[in-house]
Structures are given as C-alpha cells and as structure tokens.
C-alpha cells in the first residue's frame, strides 16, 4: 500500500491491522485514531488520499464484473429463492425481508444463520453469524431443530452465531458501533437485524418525529452498508408493513414499513406473504440486479425448504 506524504511506519502499521486502500477509504477519521493510535489530523489525511487513491484508478466494467463474480452468496435452502435472488443472499450488500406477522422472516434469518456456516461448495461463505434482535423472537431450540435436519454439529453451530439484543434505537446503534471489531475478531460473514423496523416505529411516533426518524433510520442504514462493504459480509434485515389503502403493489394491500428514505437503501428487497399451509410467496420487486420475479417456497420443521413434508399435507 502506498500513501504520498504518509509516514511509512504508519501505513505498516495499517497494514498489519489489516486495512486495505479500500477500506481505508470508507473509514472514519475518529475510528482510526481511537483504534490505531493515529493523530486525527493525520487519520484525515491518509482517508483522503486513500480515497484520492482509488478515484484516480477507475476500474473497467469488465474488472467490475469479475469483482461481482467473486462476491460471496448465502443459500437459503430454497433453490428456488435462490434462483429469485440470482444465487442467495449476496455479501457487500443489504438485502431487505419485509412481510407480514408469521410470514417467515425470522425462519430465513435462522436458516441463513446456519447456512452462512456451511463450506463454499454447500453455499455458505465458511464464516459465523451475529443476530441482531430486537423482538426477542431468536430461538436456540430452533436453531438446533432446523440443525439437527441436517445432520450438523448442532454444538459448533450455535456456537457460532452471536446474539446483539437491541432494546431500543440508541442501543441498536451502540451495537452496530461495536461491530467493526467483533466481526474481524469472529469472522462474522453474515449480520442480521431482525427486525430493523420494531423500535423506530414505537419510539418515533407522530408527525413531529418523523424527520429526526427519517435521518435516524439513514444512519444505521448506511452504517450497515458500510460495514457489508468493507467486510465483505451479508447483511439481511427484516421490515415490518404497514397497511396502504391508496395502492395495490405488493399482491395485497399492504407495504414495507419505513417509507420512503429507508427504501432506497436495500439493494434488494423481498416481499413474504403467506400462502396456503407451510407456504410462502417471496416476491423480489426491488433489486439492483435481478428482474422483479416470486417464488414459492415452503417453512416446515425442517426450516427453509423447496418442498413440503408429507406431513405438512395435513395441516
Ligand atoms: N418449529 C417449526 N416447525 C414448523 N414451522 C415453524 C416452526 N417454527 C416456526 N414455523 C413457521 O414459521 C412461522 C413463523 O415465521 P416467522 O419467521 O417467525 O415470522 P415473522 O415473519 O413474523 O418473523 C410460523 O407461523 C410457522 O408457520
Ligand atoms: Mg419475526
């Protein structure tokens, strides 16, 4: 790594803390300093060069592709809503879960928990996983139930799955603060907040709150990008809805929650709603990549899966 006008011992010393041109450039000048000991003045300096840096290398579209190419994706067990999301839940992006109570959020979020774990060639990136709640609903019995279906090491499993629990906004946002180091030191490749959605809507409540919402939810939204970014991870949020009485959009008469600033952020985002039985309908309406397109798929015992149980049947 090269920085004109940075002191060498410096940048060996980023280096060894494993900063790279890129994520130098998406850093903040406090992070550096408080972490690496760096005075501020400088920090600044070295983020802007970093960035400076990278500005004058454009990359192709071709390098871009072959960058795309490489980036991780997490199964969901469902090949179909895998197919729908061009491969899974990809890294270095936010990928929205919004749907109704019981649509089967929560049983992705598990099931992706699990999946992240798994090695490359069986769709998972190799890494852990920290689970954001802020409903209470993470469940460690289901975890080893859907586990168990599939003959893992139920043990090494949920000993890889870290739990934040997010009781109110400001400790939401103390917990995405922390994050930068915890997912170095444990090998986080997937980070779940389910649901982002719950305390915003019952702390910011009424018209006057609604601005000081709005900039809240930008602010962990583009913390969140960030960090999937620089770290490479998977970050997969859930959303709430809310009724919508003037348009029919989503096959029923209801929306994601958050409005409009929030729905810029995801670079994907899919729809739940519950079908017949285990069944559930995944629509994709709003990807950076991916034509708008549903699947079918089924949350049974088993967890996430493609087909039903015999004995899902009878319910
Ligand atoms: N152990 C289980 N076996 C079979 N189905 C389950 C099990 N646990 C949960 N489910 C299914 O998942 C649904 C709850 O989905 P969940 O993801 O918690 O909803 P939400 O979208 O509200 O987060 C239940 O209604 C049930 O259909
Ligand atoms: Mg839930």
């Known amino acids: 790594m090269q920085l004109r006008g940075i002191d060498k011992d410096i940048i060996a010393k980023l280096e060894e803390a494993g900063y790279t041109l890129e994520s130098l450039a998406i850093s903040s000048s406090e992070e550096l300093s408080d972490k690496e000991d760096i005075e501020s003045e400088i920090a600044k300096k070295i983020i802007e060069k970093a960035q400076a840096s990278l500005g004058i290398q454009p990359i192709s579209a071709m390098k871009f592709l072959e960058l795309e190419s490489k980036r991780g994706r997490i199964t969901t067990s469902s090949n179909e809503l895998d197919s729908v999301l061009g491969g899974g839940i990809w890294t270095q992006e936010l990928t929205e879960i919004a749907g ?111 601005v000081e919402r709005q900039q809240r939810i930008m602010q962990i939204a583009e913390k969140l990008i960030v960090l999937a970014v620089k770290h490479d991870i998977a970050v997969a949020v859930t959303n709430q809805i809310i009724a919508n009485v003037d348009e029919f959009l989503f096959g029923s008469p209801e929306e994601p929650a958050l409005g409009f600033a929030w729905a810029h952020r995801p670079q994907q985002r899919l729809f739940f709603r519950k079908s017949r039985g285990s069944s559930r309908i995944a629509r994709l ?18 967890g996430i899966t493609d087909a039903p149980l015999p004995s899902d049947f009878y319910e």
């Open 100 to 210: 109704g109570f019981g649509s089967g959020k929560t049983q992705l979020c598990f099931q992706l928990c699990i999946n992240v774990q798994l090695p490359e060639d069986e769709g998972g990136l190799n890494g852990n996983a920290f689970f954001i709640d802020t409903e209470r609903t993470f469940s460690p019995r289901r975890i080893v139930e859907m586990a168990s279906y599939r003959e893992l090491d139920v043990e090494k499993i949920l000993n890889n799955i870290y739990i934040g629990s997010a009781l109110n906004t400001n400790h939401l946002f103390s917990i995405i603060e922390q994050l930068d180091s915890i997912i170095e030191e444990k090998n986080i490749r997937l980070l779940v907040v389910d649901s982002f959605a719950s305390h915003f809507r019952s702390e910011y409540i009424g018209k006057k709150r609604l």
């Open 285 to 302: 309406f709003d990807s950076s990549r991916m034509p708008e397109r549903e699947a079918l798929f089924y949350v049974t015992e088993r």
